[in-house]
């Protein structure tokens, strides 16, 4: 069974720190991995992929790879109040047109 | 770019009853488009894989006869839960991939069905 692992938290950061949020996944031969936001209520919103080994960043945020541990994190710089909300890790074990196996989330909560 | 619609946003309903989702993409070609299911306080569970022209693939446990998929254009998929229960209350939401290089899905805001 293909599972992805995220601590469901709550995290609590305070504004202007950093966020981390971690995931790991079981399918060693998953090709293509997706970190997404959703807010109580709402679907899921794309904040970034990421393929290669190493390190992603687009703006405030932070993607980082690594195969070999099956890891996938997150981080948040500058966190802001707008940013509390359900972080959820995504796997495309396939590489193709697959469905996602998402984790449970991670709840974080940036405190003023 | 990269647009998804769902209709309705919620739809409440009697048991025994049938209820049609559609999902769209506004501003591009989505090859495939993707269904899943999220009860509360839980993650999204893929319930079919939907291309079009061809039938949907399914996901181990879900019913194919109740849960209808049609995808008869490139920008509309659409979900029927057929003689819906109680148990099916549910958010259900969509999402398509489009035509990149990348297999990036965008989701539908979301549909939230009540059964009562």
């Known amino acids: 069974q293909k599972e992805v692992e995220q601590n469901s938290g709550p995290l609590s950061v305070p504004e202007g720190a950093i966020a981390s949020l971690n995931c790991t996944y079981s399918?060693?031969?998953?090709?293509?991995f997706f970190w997404y936001r959703q807010y109580s209520g709402k679907s899921p919103e794309l904040i970034m992929f990421?393929?290669?080994?190493g390190d992603k960043e687009d703006g405030r945020f932070t993607a980082q790879l690594n195969k070999a541990s099956q890891y996938v994190s997150l981080l948040i710089r500058d966190s802001q109040p707008s940013d509390s909300a359900t972080y959820l890790c995504?796997?495309?074990?396939?590489?193709?047109?697959?469905?996602?196996?998402f984790g449970k989330g991670t709840h974080l909560i940036i405190q003023p | 770019g990269a647009v998804v619609s769902q209709h309705p946003s919620w739809v409440i309903c009697k048991s025994g009853t049938s209820v049609k989702i559609e999902c769209r993409s506004l501003?591009?070609?989505?090859?495939?488009m993707f269904w899943y299911r999220q009860f509360p306080k839980q993650s999204l569970m893929l319930m079919a894989t939907?291309?079009?022209?061809?039938?949907?693939?399914?996901e181990q446990g879900v019913e194919k006869d109740k849960f209808l998929i049609n995808h008869a254009s490139l920008t509309l998929s659409t979900l029927t839960v057929t003689s819906a229960h109680p148990e099916d209350s549910s958010f259900y939401i969509c999402?398509?991939?489009?035509?990149?290089?990348?297999?990036?899905?965008?989701f539908g805001p979301g549909t939230r069905l009540t059964v009562l």
């Open positions: 999402s398509a991939e489009g035509e990149t290089s990348t297999d990036t899905q965008y």
């Open positions: 399918d060693r031969g998953s090709q293509s």
């Open positions: 990421i393929y290669s080994n």
């Open positions: 995504a796997v495309n074990p396939g590489g193709g047109a697959d469905g996602l196996t």
């Open positions: 501003d591009f070609q989505a090859t495939t």
């Open positions: 939907s291309n079009e022209g061809s039938k949907a693939t399914y």
